[in-house]
């Protein structure tokens, strides 16, 4: 089985911001914030990674909304067993 490789990190930058699907924006004017904030030397490998964690996060904070989460207890609990 193949492994996803993470691409390779850009250098001395500063961190940026991740947009998040959570407001009312539509998926372009997503994608658009997370390109315009791209370096120049950016590879499709940095775009695809900026874009899978918005979607982890974004995925995540939906969860957590509908209630589809555990608690510290329950995992530690969980760990024990």
Not at 29 to 41: A, C, F, K
């Amino acid at each position: 089985m193949k492994t996803a490789k993470r691409p390779a990190r850009l250098g001395k930058q500063k961190k940026m911001p991740v947009d998040l699907p959570e407001d009312n924006r539509t998926v372009k004017e997503i994608l658009q914030g997370i390109v315009d904030r791209l370096p120049d030397n950016a590879t499709w490998d940095d775009v695809m990674y900026k874009v899978y964690v918005c979607t982890n996060i974004a995925e995540g904070l939906r969860d957590e909304k509908e209630g589809r989460f555990l608690t510290e207890e329950e995992v530690f609990r969980d760990l024990d067993q």
